[in-house]
């Protein structure tokens, strides 16, 4: 599978200035852009949800960015990536990376499946998250994760 | 040398854990083995590695292991890795 990241990343799958009150309605809107795309039901969503009331904030993985996921499961129909920006930053209570601005929302239906947009999500992620931030439409979004693509 | 990039879940924060920890040691000219693994199967792995990897969180999760557990705050920071790991590495 080479898909990069922007073309996994259908209209769908992306909700650009969206306003959530907290950090689970924060989740829930990264698990609906999953289901919308067919890639997740909504169990996936909840699943998302108790791992961090489980584990904690550490989805968190970067100042600004969460990366909401579960373990593959029945919930997961097929391996899928969604993207939800947020106009106000939202507290997950993590110590160093909080508030959130960027929920980055990750369904796979094993372990290998999603490496290849892993790979790029890497590569997207550690530039400039304010660039990432300016896009108003999926099509621009897009454009300016494929010139953060090698 | 082998190291370990734990989190929660196994497919999310420890694959981009693991990619940039590569990155970082093929800079670095170190030749060493990442694998990334789920809370569950981390301990077991753990067993025979020499570093861990994983978030603040998580750490305490893992347990008592003989591999230097090492906490990375920005999973993106290469310069933040390629510290952490160097003062773990041995010479």
Known sequence: MSATLADELSDDAIVLGAEASDWRGAVRLAGAALTATGSTTDEYTAEMIRAVEDLGPYIVIAPGIALAHSRPSPAVVKTGISWVSLTEPIEFGHAANDPVRLVVGLAATDHDSHLATMSNLAGVLSGDLDRLLEATDPEQLRAIIRENTQ | ?91
């Open chain 2, 1 to 91: 040398m082998k190291i370990v990039a734990v989190c929660g879940m196994g497919i999310g924060t420890s694959v981009l854990l693991k990619m940039n920890a590569e990155k970082v040691l093929r800079t670095l000219g170190v030749d060493a083995e990442v694998e990334a693994a789920d809370i569950g199967v981390a301990r077991g792995m753990s067993r025979d590695a020499q570093i861990v990897l994983t978030s603040e969180e998580l750490a305490p999760e893992i347990g008592d292991v003989s591999a230097e557990v090492i906490i990375i705050d920005n999973f993106f920071d290469l310069e933040e890795i390629t510290t952490k790991l160097k003062a773990a590495l041995p010479e």
